[in-house]
């Protein structure tokens, strides 16, 4: 016989260690704890949820809105490109999320001018829609601010930033220095081993390079949408990105360990490479067709979606993002062969079920230890794989 | 001595509070059940915070991306433009937020099921004979349309490309340089703020497009030689004119044709929508000549004039005749059964109305201060951050797209 108070203090009890239970559950879930275990997988960063949170929550906590883009820093500091949120946020010691650069969508300083040193206050400037982070050897954290066609230049000594040319959209500058460039929709960034910075300028249809000396130039590309060149010289060659009024952005730029310069030619469905002591352009994957074919076989015979994004890999592989493939691919380019690396729609060690689908993921990276990031841009968050 | 609107517009000579419940001919209807008094301010959607909230969870607790306006169907549906969400919502007869348009995505199309289709940055939505949803697609530079019965979404006018052609053949074929505000005329004809272009265009009900008002004038002007039409655009300049160069922002032309005047709305990188327009039962055309800073009419002859801002960039001016008051990039307009213009003075941080009298006033905000406050309170005491859209509904009650403040708001009107 027992009370209605002591049947409360059951149900009370019973309440409490099934709460207890779904937390350790939830909380304690495999899937959302990073290991370094062979083959395990998480959920890194973000809830799966668009959306913008304050500052100072934890990483797993704390929401992106269709992030484009990840990159680890020479102190191993994580800087994410929170594209829909219009900044670029960072990753603190202790696992929170901050911003780092940013306070809205907009071009520049309300106030102050960021074409003039010494630049202007991180938070003060407004950034539209940035699609690729860098760091240059002179210690400063280089932009592609896609939107506002624009290469910005953050000092992290002394939180200032400064724009490098873009005063709106158009091809101009090649032979000047920085300041007189202009871009438009410049997608990709990376530094070669001398110090020169290499731009995806999405829709001039071009790759252009900023040397150290500060002169710009284009290196890859007519001008002129289309797929033509390889054999030939890269600036006679002609690439495919995204255009029209409104494109999305596209292709991928990338410099190997070989000292090359790797391309990601959105629309040609292709990975091209510049063999910069030949003075070559050449296909290295992709049929030309769009699809999705060719694992385990010769990439030149596989079929690739537009790839977003070029990375290589601790074991020496060019990784990709497979955009509309909602996959990670790699290629081991002594075999000339390319692999599946994370099938987004499939099976695969890891994450299981739903948690290891991917929706159009933008952008990847390695960290120090080797892990893959993989940005899974349309679903608000970042994996990270170990291998 | 409840409802400070009230009192306000009392003192304003205008029966607002009979006019507004009784008669309606703007865009709008019904307002949702919402539990707001009468006369005061409450927030109707958003949290506050930036997100992309999933389907049907109340509106109140649905995180929303700079909404920027909100329309009325004939039927009394009320629809949420998300601006940043890049997606049109509905409010449900029980408060939740479902969307009707717009995808997982950020882009343009295809044609098809509307919450299929990707669309960039919608701006304005009204309502077509049929009562079909037409929408300016904004940053598509396109006019879409969604038939609600079906949820299937077509283009009805721009290619897509941000340009300046067309005038004179069909408006499917025609290049619109961001058309940010769309109106109907009683006769069906389609009026297209189309933003860069500064010029507002008309669609006539056979679909041949032409410029209505405002001109695009390209380069440096000269009074030496008249301006040609630079080959293979709708724009004009003189023989050194690059026809890729935005068209210029100017204020010119009150007193004379609608067609020669000269219009100011953002142009280049951080361009915001701008322009927004309404139209009376008489057929006269308002818009919000943004950044001019006044807001504009053209009447059924053609003769535009300012009605409100003098021009200056500001606040000032409440109580005294609207076209000495200082105004600061308004983006939006309507106008009320009773003639009453309603603004939202964006950068003001207000809502202003003038009345049949010509007299401004603020009806909702503290001008010049921006900040969030006041639900259940006096509007006039509240804080918004940058409202871009207003919208009447029948009841006299008026939702505010509190912008920067990720939510959208009401002023409850006073229908007993």
Redesign the interface.
């Known amino acids: 016989m027992r009370s209605a108070s002591m049947r409360k203090s059951w149900l009370a009890l019973v309440t409490l260690l099934l709460s207890i239970g779904l937390l350790a559950a939830c909380g304690g879930d495999s899937a959302t704890k990073c290991s370094d275990e062979p083959g395990s997988s998480c959920v890194w960063a973000g809830t799966g949820?668009?959306?913008?949170?304050e500052d100072g929550l934890p990483k797993t906590e704390s929401?992106f809105?269709w992030p484009i883009d990840l990159a680890f820093g020479p102190d191993g500091t994580a800087w994410v490109v929170d594209w829909?949120?219009n900044l670029i946020r960072r990753v603190n010691p202790d696992g929170t999320l901050v911003t780092e650069i940013g306070f809205f969508?907009?071009?520049?300083p309300l106030e102050g001018d960021d074409f003039s040193e010494p630049g202007i206050d991180r938070r003060l400037i407004?950034l539209?829609h940035p699609t690729d982070i860098t760091f240059g050897p002179d210690g400063n954290v280089y932009l592609a601010v896609w939107?506002?066609?624009k290469v910005r230049r953050f000092d992290p000594r002394t939180g200032l930033v400064r724009t490098m040319g873009g005063r709106?959209p158009e091809f101009a500058g090649d032979g000047e220095t920085w300041n007189e460039a202009r871009f438009d929709f410049p997608k990709s960034l990376d530094f070669g081993r001398d110090g020169t910075l290499y731009v995806l300028d999405q829709r001039n249809q071009r790759v252009r390079k900023i040397s150290p000396d500060g002169t710009v130039s284009t290196i890859v590309g007519t001008g002129e949408a289309g797929f033509s060149g390889d054999g030939g010289a890269p600036e006679l060659a002609q690439l495919n990105f995204d255009t029209?009024?409104?494109p999305?952005p596209s292709g991928s730029l990338a410099v190997g360990p070989d000292g090359n310069l790797y391309i990601a030619d959105g629309l040609n469905y292709r990975i091209r490479r510049v063999d910069f002591a030949r003075n070559v352009i050449e296909t290295i994957a992709g049929t030309g067709e769009r699809g999705f074919a060719g694992d385990g076989k010769p990439a030149l015979q596989a079929q690739l979606s537009s790839v977003t994004d070029l990375e290589f890999g601790p074991d020496g592989r060019l990784y990709f993002a497979d955009t509309q493939n909602h996959c990670i691919r790699a290629i081991d380019l002594t075999t000339g062969t390319i692999a599946m690396v994370w099938d987004g729609k499939g099976e695969g060690p890891g994450l299981q079920g739903r948690q290891r689908f991917l929706?159009?993921p933008l952008g990847i990276a390695f960290d120090k230890e080797g892990h893959l990031y993989i940005v899974d841009t349309?679903n608000?968050r970042i994996l990270r794989a170990t291998s | 001595m409840r409802f400070p609107m009230t009192r306000k517009w009392q003192r304003m000579g205008l029966l607002a509070v009979a006019a507004l419940a009784t008669l309606l001919v703007a865009a709008c209807g019904e307002s949702s059940s919402v539990d707001c008094d009468p006369g005061t301010v409450c927030t109707v959607a958003g949290t506050g915070k930036v997100g992309r909230a999933a389907e049907d969870i109340p509106a109140i607790e649905s995180d929303l991306y700079l909404p920027i306006d909100v329309s009325i169907s004939p039927e009394g549906k009320l629809y949420l433009l998300d601006w940043s969400n890049h997606r049109i919502r509905l409010f449900t007869p029980n408060g939740r937020l479902e969307t009707v348009a717009g995808s997982n995505a950020v882009g343009d199309g295809p044609e098809g099921p509307a919450i299929e289709s990707a669309i960039n940055h919608p701006t304005r939505i009204i309502f077509d004979q049929q009562g079909r949803m037409v929408f300016s697609a904004w940053h598509n530079s396109k006019i879409k349309r969604v038939d609600l019965t079906t949820g299937m979404l077509e283009d009805i006018a721009g290619t897509g490309t941000r340009f300046y052609t067309g005038d004179g053949g069909p408006a499917d074929k025609a290049d619109l340089d961001l058309p940010a505000a769309i109106v109907f005329d009683k006769d069906w004809n389609l009026y297209i703020m189309d933003q860069a272009n500064q010029v507002i265009r008309k669609i006539d009900t056979n679909g041949v497009i032409t410029r209505f008002a405002g001109q695009c004038l390209v380069g440096e002007e000269r009074t030496d030689a008249p301006a040609m039409m630079l080959p293979g655009t709708n724009k004009f300049g003189w023989v050194e004119a690059d026809k890729n160069k935005a068209c210029n922002a100017t204020y010119g032309g009150d007193g004379g044709p609608a067609l020669q005047a000269r219009i100011g709305q953002q142009v280049g990188q951080s361009a915001q929508p701008a322009g927004g327009m309404t139209i009376d039962p008489q057929g006269n055309i308002y818009f919000a000549d943004t950044i001019n800073n006044r807001i504009r009419k053209i009447d059924t002859n053609g003769i535009i004039t300012t009605v409100a801002g003098n021009g200056g960039r500001g606040f000032g001016g409440d109580g005294g005749p609207a076209t000495s008051a200082q105004l600061y990039w308004p983006h939006d307009v309507e106008i009320a059964p009773d003639g009453t213009l309603l603004i939202a003075d964006t950068y003001n941080n207000c809502v202003r109305s003038v009345g049949a009298d010509g007299i401004i006033h603020t009806v909702a905000g503290v001008c010049g201060s921006s900040g969030f406050s006041g639900d259940g309170g006096d509007p006039t005491k509240a804080l918004f951050d940058r409202p871009y859209g207003i919208c009447l509904a029948k009841d006299g009650s008026i939702y505010i797209a509190d912008t920067y403040n990720q939510r959208v708001r009401m002023v409850m009107g006073n229908k007993a």
């Open positions: 949820v668009a959306g913008l949170d929401r809105y829909n949120n969508a907009g071009d520049g407004q539209n939107h506002n066609h709106g029209g009024g409104n999305a929706n159009r349309f608000s």
